[in-house]
């Protein structure tokens, strides 16, 4: 979105510039090719400049100190527990990325963040020691794959939570 208002403002720019040497100068001496480079160039730099800041703070962002975090379910609902969670005030996580049971979406990547795999692959990293909290963001999770997860995390000292998603009604009785 940046991009557009970047390139709509440099066009703008560029062709006031131009519009100012032809009334000016009558365009004499000056070369066409120039602001065409001139605006390439400034749309590259704007660009380029926005995006290094966005870059390095995502950097930051993931080597920060946390608690190491894996969340199992890579759908709608593993997007909104990582949102919540990674601005979460009290305690700082540090995603290590989503495991799904769904082969299609391992190695793929959900906001940024990797697809490792399956329930065999989060039994392996929890195994591993590579992870400090597992949450668990689907709605209806296997109870026989609770069970085995629920037994991995106390092996491991891992804690497990799951994310749950409510609506409560608020009775605004008038008095």
Not at 54 to 63: K, M, N, P, T
Not at 139 to 167: G, S
């Amino acid at each position: 979105m940046d991009g557009v208002v970047f390139a709509k403002a440099i066009g703008t720019g560029t062709l006031t510039l131009i519009v100012a040497i032809v009334y000016l100068y009558r365009f004499e001496n000056y070369s066409r090719g120039v602001f065409v480079i001139y605006a390439a160039l400034l749309m590259l730099l704007l660009c380029g400049s926005r995006a290094s800041f966005r870059l390095i703070g995502e950097y930051a962002r993931r080597r920060r100190p946390g608690v190491r975090l894996i969340i199992y379910g890579a759908g709608e609902a593993g997007s909104l527990v990582l949102r919540e969670l990674l601005g979460h005030p009290v305690e700082q996580f540090r995603m290590v990325g989503f495991i799904d049971d769904d082969p299609a979406t391992w190695n793929l990547r959900l906001q940024g963040y990797p697809v490792l795999g399956g329930e065999r692959k989060l039994l392996e990293t929890i195994d591993a020691g590579k992870v400090d909290t597992v949450v668990v963001g689907s709605l209806h999770p296997d109870p026989e794959q609770r069970v085995r997860l629920e037994r991995a995390c106390r092996e491991n000292e891992v804690r497990l939570m799951k994310f749950t998603f409510r609506l409560d009604k608020l009775d605004t009785a008038s008095s």
